[in-house]
T-cell receptor
Framework: AQSVTQPDIHITVSEGASLELRCNYS??????LFWYVQSPGQGLQLLLK??????LVQGIKGFEAEFKRSQSSFNLRKPSVHWSDAAEYFC?????????????FGDGTTLTVKP | DTGVSQDPRHKITKRGQNVTFRCDPISEHNRLYWYRQTLGQGPEFLTYFQNEAQLEKSRLLSDRFSAERPKGSFSTLEIQRTEQGDSAMYLCASSLGWNTEAFFGQGTRLTVV
């Protein structure tokens, strides 16, 4: 069975500082990987995805993530955080051999941005 | 493309009542998913449709829950005899095919009192 672990429940960074959110997954084959962002009371917006190819993927809002098969990780990064990035971030793994949209999500990391 | 639309956005109901939620997917998407999200947790998969066929149901989907997608377009999720434990955000998502990402709606927040 697939699973996702986001080790950090809550992270606080100062505006302008760099950010890295950790994600570890368990999946038997090459996974489809996603990062979503959710503002309070809202749905999920896709930031970026990895299906195959280049292991460093670029997303929207200046985010990027790197797939490391040897570490079963897919960490999200941003070089300079803006106050508007404060939200909850979810890493997810999709069933790459049958159904990418049926995803298993981590429990999320809440990002707080200090002025 | 107006995205995935869900209605209502919020629903407060008394325990024991039935509720129904609607989801309109992105128009050309043939796959539609329902997820449930409780406070402090990530979304959990409930069920999905390919066109009008319901192809998979999670064990989370008790017999009080039923989902339909009658013409392969919009979908409804009904909860009968609601319980306080049903209080959650119900998220709908859609995708173009088996190997593409899902796009989520804004969700329906259910509160059972």
């Amino acid at each position: 069975a697939q699973s996702v672990t986001q080790p950090d429940i809550h992270i606080t960074v100062s505006e302008g500082a760099s950010l890295e959110l950790r994600c570890n997954y368990s999946y038997g084959a090459t996974p489809y990987l996603f990062w979503y962002v959710q503002s309070p009371g809202q749905g999920l917006q896709l930031l970026l995805k990895y299906f195959s190819g280049d292991t460093l993927v670029q997303g929207i809002k200046g985010f990027e993530a790197e797939f490391k098969r040897s570490q079963s990780s897919f960490n999200l990064r941003k070089p300079s955080v803006h106050w508007s990035d404060a939200a909850e971030y979810f890493c997810a793994v999709g069933a790459s051999n049958t159904n990418a949209g049926k995803s298993t999500f981590g429990d999320g990391t809440t990002l707080t941005v200090k002025p | 493309d107006t995205g995935v639309s869900q209605d209502p956005r919020h629903k407060i109901t008394k325990r024991g009542q039935n509720v129904t939620f609607r989801c309109d997917p992105i128009s050309e998407h043939n796959r539609l998913y329902w997820y449930r999200q409780t406070l402090g947790q990530g979304p959990e998969f409930l069920t999905y449709f390919q066109n009008e066929a319901q192809l998979e149901k999670s064990r989370l989907l008790s017999d009080r829950f039923s989902a339909e997608r009658p013409k392969g377009s919009f979908s409804t999720l009904e909860i009968q005899r609601t319980e306080q434990g049903d209080s959650a955000m119900y998220l709908c998502a859609s995708s173009l095919g088996w190997n593409t990402e899902a796009f989520f709606g804004q969700g329906t927040r259910l509160t059972v009192v």
